[in-house]
């Protein structure tokens, strides 16, 4: 069974930084790509960033050239470093991975961008 555990969320100023990481258990292999959603209130859940297992990324435009999306193979960890935040990042954001056939989503952690 195969686990995803985000963390790093909480309340950052406007113009602050948060790095977000996501550590995967379990039987994880062919990796098609491992991504970055989030969902606020009242919206729909929209990809922020994905990595293929190829290595090339993707982002939202909304969040291009501020957050970037990263991976350690040896912590089986992913991770979102988020940068100039702004309030209308505020968001449960979520780390899904896609292998072989399945996927899986972490649990989500807050993100709160206020003054």
């Known amino acids: 069974q195969v686990q995803l555990v985000e963390s790093g969320g909480g309340l950052v100023q406007p113009g602050g930084s948060l790095r977000l990481s996501c550590l995967a258990s379990?039987?994880?292999?062919?990796?098609?790509?491992m991504g970055w959603y989030r969902q606020a209130p009242g919206k729909q859940r929209e990809l922020v960033a994905v990595?293929?297992?190829?290595?090339?990324?993707d982002y939202a435009d909304s969040v291009k050239g501020r957050f970037t999306i990263s991976r350690d193979a040896t912590k089986n960890t992913i991770f979102l470093q988020m940068n100039s935040l702004k309030p209308e990042d505020t968001a449960v954001y979520y780390c899904?991975?896609?292998?072989?056939?399945?996927?899986?989503w972490g649990q989500g952690t807050q993100v709160t961008v206020s003054s």
């Open positions: 379990g039987n994880i292999f062919s990796i098609n790509d």
């Open positions: 899904r991975i896609s292998w072989a056939q399945y996927a899986s």
């Open positions: 990595l293929s297992g190829r290595g090339s990324t």
